[in-house]
């Protein structure tokens, strides 16, 4: 395994770009860049696959950002070594290198043959739009079953997510049975309710509305 190219590959599905231009209505161009603000990863890119290193201050007084790029049939090499460790652009690598190769391969001759390839790259360039404006609302996010210290919510640590427990109105969670009999059991003992909070992470008037809420039955 290349672990050098596998990191640039890793590195290119978080920071790199692909994208397919045009001018006017008859020319479209391949550009693969990749930028941030420490250059030393886009240099390594630039050791491999040749290209521009360049560097953009910033006019606002922020730090300068660095930038590598490749156009044309520059990128194809690059795009080619890097597909098979890429996941999130491997999508956009893909149209592209079938884009640029399509570039290359066709000369059009006859009026019918040149609309027939405008067409298509005028395709590709369409389809890498859409690649971008893709959404993922519709993956599945594991949910956290994590129901110790407090985690973004100041009742995180009492829930264990919908369908067990008691409901919890404010939240539309639940709370989990251990914690609440754990936490009547520190009332009995005589505990405050600011102790308790403190115990859960949870102000005192949280503990109060939740032992209050879901008496000790």
Known sequence: MDTELAYLAGFFDGE??????????????????????????????????GGYVERKRDARGFRSTHQWRLSARQAVPALVAL????????????LAIQFQSSQ???????PE???RVLTE???????????????????????????GPKVGGRRACLTAGPGT???????GRAVDPMRLAA???MRRE????????????????????????????
């Open 165 to 171: 427990g008691h409901p919890n109105p404010r939240k």
């Open 83 to 94: 597909r098979p460790y890429l996941v999130v652009k491997a999508s956009e690598a893909d």
């Open 183 to 185: 936490m009547h059991e």
């Open 121 to 147: 790259r005028e395709s590709m360039y369409q389809m890498m739009r859409q690649m971008k404006k893709q959404a993922f609302e519709t993956v599945i996010l594991p949910r956290s079953d994590r129901v």
């Open 113 to 115: 043959e040149v609309l």
């Open 16 to 49: 790199g770009c692909i994208s397919i231009g045009k001018s006017g209505e008859r020319h479209y161009h391949l550009m693969i860049t990749a930028a941030q603000i420490n250059p030393e990863p886009l240099l390594a890119f630039h050791r491999r696959f």
């Open 190 to 217: 005589g505990k405050t309710y600011e102790a308790i909070g403190a115990a859960y992470g949870i102000k005192r008037a949280a503990a109060h509305h939740i032992l209050k809420r879901w008496a000790d039955g």
């Open 104 to 110: 290359q391969s066709v000369v059009a001759k006859t």
